[in-house]
């Protein structure tokens, strides 16, 4: 009983109460952790969230790990076909990962797959938001491996392609002598590690940083909903995956258009490569936008769950801008 079972907030609450003497584990509110066990009424009495019995308490969709035999029923931790000992905790646990392809739940077994489901679900928040319920508890020691992975794939694979592709540059200019006069003393590094895009890259990190500090901010309203930290990092964490993919797009057409620059003798390109890095990342703004905002109206399901939402993106976006223009001007 170290584990526990808690609760998904559906819009109805028309099913009925699980027999208690058939649930032998702990079951608390999934936003509040308030203990519900014996309860009738589906309702938190402390956060006032709504939800499902059958979600709560899924008694009837538990299988045994070994032979897939219902265990609906049993009193004894034994399944009585296969003869196997189980934990009811354990059984909830397996029955959790196999309805939610988040990596947080299956980093072990299957690394990629997962990674790349939950990179795929935070480029679509509405599918995300309303795949993952406020029951489902944050594995936070996995969500912060999530976080660590994407900004290490923003910060890395990026560089990587950028040295390839300032060497790959420099050996054509020197084998075909593509550039002209005043491509000299501007070398193919200096162009596609222009200030700009890495001032708009500094703008990113700093930003997703102060979007985190920014929840804190709320912290009086999340007591009054009972909302817990834990399912504050998970919004903040699906929020930051787009990231790791415009780094690395980023690089790859910086490559494709300085090669078209040089190739062309022509700085229009250089142009059209900073507009599309502009563009690239205000899409990505406007995804993490729309991921928090969903994640707070339909996660969490704070009041004034838009106007949170909104206000955390723009204290975020602020101090990212403060950095980016600082790294340009100094």
């Not at 406020?134 to 994407?150: I, M």
């Not at 060497?167 to 005043?182: C, G, K, S």
């Not at 022509?266 to 690239?280: A, C, G, H, I, K």
Request: with cysteine; proline share 5%; hydrophobic share 45%.
């Amino acid at each position: 009983m170290s584990k526990s079972v808690v609760i998904n907030s559906g819009e109805h609450a028309a099913s009925q109460s699980p027999d208690w003497s058939l649930v032998h584990f702990l079951v608390r509110c999934g936003r509040c952790g308030c203990d519900l066990h014996g309860r009738e009424e589906p309702v938190c009495p402390q956060c006032s969230l709504v939800f499902d019995w059958a979600h709560l308490v899924p008694l009837e969709q538990l299988t045994c790990a070994t032979c897939d035999y219902h265990l609906y029923g049993l009193i004894e931790s034994r399944c009585p076909e296969c003869g196997t000992p189980f934990v009811w905790d354990d059984v909830l646990d397996e029955f959790r990962r196999r309805q939610k392809p988040f990596f947080e739940y299956h980093w072990r077994k299957k690394p990629f797959k997962s990674f790349m489901s939950s990179l795929w679900l935070s480029l679509r928040p509405r599918k995300l938001w309303r795949l993952a319920d406020v029951h489902d508890p944050p594995a936070t020691g996995n969500l912060a491996l999530l976080a660590l992975l994407a900004v290490l794939f923003f910060v890395l694979v990026p560089w990587g392609i950028d040295y390839i592709g300032t060497d790959t540059l420099e050996a054509l200019d020197q084998r075909f002598h593509l550039t002209v006069a005043r491509w000299r003393g501007w070398s193919p590094f200096t162009t596609i590690q222009s200030r700009a895009p890495i001032s708009l890259k500094i703008f990113l990190v700093m930003w997703f940083a102060a979007l985190y500090g920014a929840q804190m901010i709320f912290r009086q309203s999340m007591r009054k909903c009972k909302v817990r930290n834990h399912h504050v990092f998970r919004a903040w964490v699906y929020a930051l995956l787009p990231v790791m993919i415009v780094g690395p797009c980023n690089s790859v057409l910086a490559f494709a258009f300085h090669l078209a620059a040089l190739v062309s003798n022509s700085f229009e390109f250089l142009y059209m490569w900073e507009l599309l890095t502009m563009v690239s990342f205000s899409l990505v703004i406007l995804i993490s936008i729309y991921s928090m905002t969903f994640a707070y109206r339909n996660y969490i399901k704070m009041p004034h769950a838009v106007g949170v939402a909104l206000s955390i993106e723009a204290i975020g976006i602020c101090v990212g801008m403060i950095c980016h223009l600082q790294s340009i001007l100094y």
